[in-house]
């Protein structure tokens, strides 16, 4: 018997939703360093599954969008953005796969490429509100060219 007993992500369904929180049995997980390190612990395995591991414990996640989301966005047009993910990592902004759905809301990829990151509200703001309209299109002013924001083809 492991730690007497208690495996204390393995009580329940744990989902990350689409506004960016982790949820215990769609309860809210209120405390911002549970969710600090869920986001920190958070793999995909090969099967495609995602899991909590930490240590001898693991659980498995519903992800209901995109497994992180952008919570900041630092830089400007010019010099280029820096993305914030709600794991604690930042990374320079690809602005080539940055897409806008139907709902409006903005997403692009992160973590080398690999995965889809949807835009909270606050860090799409900041980030649109650079962005220059041309005939109902939006771009991004770069250092060498224009990147535009595509409307988004599906969630991949």
């Known amino acids: 018997m492991g730690m007497a007993g208690f495996w204390a992500i393995?009580?329940?369904?744990?989902?990350?939703?689409?506004?960016?929180?982790w949820y215990s049995d769609s309860e809210?997980?209120?405390n911002p360093r549970i969710a600090d390190l869920f986001s920190r612990h958070l793999v995909q395995l090969?099967?495609?599954?995602?899991?909590?591991l930490m240590g001898d414990e693991r659980a498995q996640v519903?992800?209901?969008?995109?497994?992180?989301?952008?919570?900041?966005v630092d830089g400007n047009g010019p010099h280029g953005f820096t993305i914030g993910l709600n794991d604690g990592t930042a990374e320079a902004?690809?602005?080539?796969?940055?897409?806008?759905?139907?709902?409006?809301?903005?997403?692009?990829?992160?973590?080398?490429?690999?995965?889809r990151v949807?835009?909270?509200?606050?860090?799409q703001i900041e980030l649109l509100s650079h962005a220059i309209e041309e005939n109902g299109q939006f771009f991004l002013p770069g250092p060498d060219q224009r990147r535009w924001i595509l409307p988004d083809a599906g969630a991949s």
Do not use: M, N, Y
């Open 93 to 115: 902004l690809d602005p080539e796969t940055l897409t806008l759905s139907a709902e409006h809301v903005l997403s692009g990829r992160a973590k080398q490429g690999q995965h």
């Open 62 to 72: 519903v992800i209901e969008d995109t497994p992180w989301v952008v919570a900041r």
């Open 28 to 30: 809210p997980i209120e």
């Open 118 to 123: 949807r835009f909270l509200r606050a860090p």
């Open 46 to 52: 090969e099967d495609g599954q995602w899991w909590i």
């Open 10 to 21: 393995e009580s329940g369904e744990i989902r990350f939703g689409k506004d960016g929180r």
